[in-house]
């Protein structure tokens, strides 16, 4: 069985490092299958969760709020500033950081403070729906 060399890294550590036969992420124009032997491509992904597929049928998951991807027929790789192993995803503490942000949203004095707020709340929504739909909810 043919399989991908996969890297999810963040600025803070590599959060996985391993073999698939199949990943799946949000790209930017929407969400993106990779193989192996995938075209290679550099795009930027959304806020969401990596579907790592590994040689045994095991899945892994990985949150990440946006990044970069770099595809190579032998190597994926997705760079993010922040991700989050799914068993680490706090469905209460990403919940009070989105009422935190719509508070701050509802008090930003200019539109540079409300561009960076309304992202703040579009990368926690995303996390929300992310652990709802792992936790099967």
């Known amino acids: 069985m043919a399989t991908i060399h996969v890297d999810v890294v963040s600025a803070e550590d590599s ?8 990943v799946s992420l949000p790209g930017e124009a929407g969400e993106l299958g990779i ?41 994926v790789t997705v760079l993010s500033d922040t991700a989050i192993r ?24 200019d539109k540079s403070e409300v561009a960076v707020v309304e992202a703040e709340l579009a990368m926690l929504a995303a996390q929300l729906s992310a652990i709802r739909k792992l936790r099967g909810r």
């Open 86 to 109: 799914s068993h680490d995803l706090d469905e209460a503490k990403a919940e009070e950081a989105r009422r935190q942000a719509e508070e701050a949203l509802r008090n930003a004095q």
């Open 15 to 22: 959060l996985f490092s391993g073999e698939a036969k199949f």
């Open 35 to 75: 193989l192996p032997g995938h075209t290679p491509l550099i795009s930027r992904i959304r806020p969401g969760t990596v579907k790592i597929v590994r040689p045994d049928d095991s899945e892994e998951h990985v949150f990440v709020a946006g990044g970069l991807l770099e595809i190579q027929p032998t190597t």
